[in-house]
């Protein structure tokens, strides 16, 4: 396997792992259109931000052991079904596929590394 292919199927999930954190981070802006004070905005900033710390520590884990964060993901892909009862596939997909692409690395792992 050429070098550059190494490359983009290690970087690949990372990358894309961290852009799925901003982009869910990102939902979290709109307490700052509510009219709570300081301290309220700060609770409730610190609340829609869990779903971006669970998946940074999804990534974390998935950068040291591919394997278990390929499950992570899809079982995270799976659970944010069961929570919306399957009628929002929006952040399900994103997740399910990173879980794909962390098994790719995974199962590539001999190749990558040489």
Do not use: C, N
């Amino acid at each position: 396997m050429k070098t550059s292919t190494k490359q983009l199927f290690l970087w690949t999930p990372r990358i894309l792992g961290l852009l799925f954190a901003v982009f869910i981070s990102v939902f979290a802006l709109d307490v700052f259109g509510e009219d709570f004070g300081f301290w309220e905005t700060l609770l409730a900033l610190a609340m829609h931000l869990i779903p971006t710390l669970i998946a940074v520590l999804a990534l974390v884990v998935a950068w040291r052991w591919a394997r278990v964060g390929a499950t992570v993901y899809i079982a995270l892909a799976a659970l944010y079904l069961v929570m919306s009862r399957g009628e929002s596939y929006a952040l399900s997909i994103p997740l399910f596929l990173l879980g794909v692409l962390f098994l790719v690395q995974w199962v590539l792992r001999a190749e990558l590394e040489s």
